[in-house]
């Protein structure tokens, strides 16, 4: 009895071990906050999903009482959601650097609204879009200073905001040349922020699943400490916005977390096909899952 007693025993923490590390992953969608009331929530929620990043477009869309609402009903039924901010460009680039030096007046209008958002009832995360430059960085002396200092001082105060909210950013997936040409220092932005989610879109790089791999297991080896969630494109490429196989973006997912990623996130909900994830308590399976919206 002694050994088959330690035998199960060795089995089931075996198994607990894998079911906690699936349950501990980060699997889910960007959202245009138009299409926020499309969303069945506790369908997401049974397909392994367990993050939204909701643009903050949805309240000039559907006002702040409904967002709210929404945001505290999707939190009440497992599904963390993160407010997606543009940071340096809105219809057109704002450079970070202003009269030689980080434009403080537009770091604190910046950090303010997060701070709004943050306040928020049922809001899990901030999430920091368009914080770089669009390639030119090196042009800017300062430049790629004043990306880090910014997202050092929303980090800083939004944590003492929120000491629980998740405070992430979208990276560029291009590694050692994101410092030169859009100012994000991998080593600077890594010590601040709590997730990066590089955009690993295969698509537009013309690469494959195998650049995904590389990339994730790149930025996961140079993290100073923030977790990595790979940036996934759900369609082919923003040449041709057709829909990728459910088992194509299934792949894609698994490549990442083979690497090391913390989780996935899918760019985006209403261009892409829907995968039930490895996160949760769900498994991977390579078919499309049933639509998890209300249209």
Not at 206 to 212: D, V
Request: aromatic share 12%; hydrophobic share 40%; with cysteine.
């Amino acid at each position: 009895m002694g050994f088959f007693h330690k035998l199960i025993c060795g089995a089931l923490a075996v198994l607990a071990t894998f079911c906690a590390s699936a349950e501990s992953k980060h699997c889910g969608y960007w959202l245009h906050g138009k299409t926020m009331k499309d969303v069945d929530v506790p369908a997401l929620v049974s397909f392994g999903t367990t993050d939204l990043i909701l643009h903050e477009h949805a309240f000039t869309a559907h006002g702040q009482k409904d967002v709210e609402e929404w945001i505290a009903q999707a939190d009440a039924a497992g599904l963390k959601v993160h407010i997606w901010m543009q940071v340096f460009y809105n219809g057109k680039w704002i450079n970070p650097v202003k009269d030689g030096a980080p434009d403080r007046k537009l770091f604190d209008e910046k950090i303010a609204r997060a701070q709004s958002y943050a306040r928020m009832r049922g809001v899990s995360g901030i999430h920091f879009d368009y914080v770089r430059y669009p390639g030119t960085a090196y042009k800017t002396p300062g430049g790629a200073d004043a990306v880090s200092e910014f997202v050092r001082l929303a980090a800083s105060r939004l944590h003492q905001t929120a000491p629980r909210l998740v405070v992430s950013a979208a990276l560029m997936p291009e590694t050692t040349a994101n410092l030169h040409y859009y100012g994000q220092d991998t080593a600077a932005l890594t010590q601040y922020l709590d997730v990066i989610v590089p955009m690993i879109y295969k698509g537009n790089y013309k690469k494959t699943t195998s650049w995904i791999e590389k990339t994730t297991k790149w930025f996961v080896k140079h993290s100073k400490g923030a977790k990595v969630w790979a940036g996934l494109q759900g369609y082919k490429s923003d040449e041709d916005t057709s829909k990728l196989p459910a088992s194509e973006i299934t792949a894609d997912v698994e490549a990442a977390l083979k690497a090391g990623a913390d989780g996935a996130v899918i760019f985006r909900w209403g261009v892409t096909n829907f995968v039930i994830f490895p996160c949760g308590r769900r498994g991977v399976h390579g078919r499309t899952a049933a639509s998890p919206s209300r249209r």
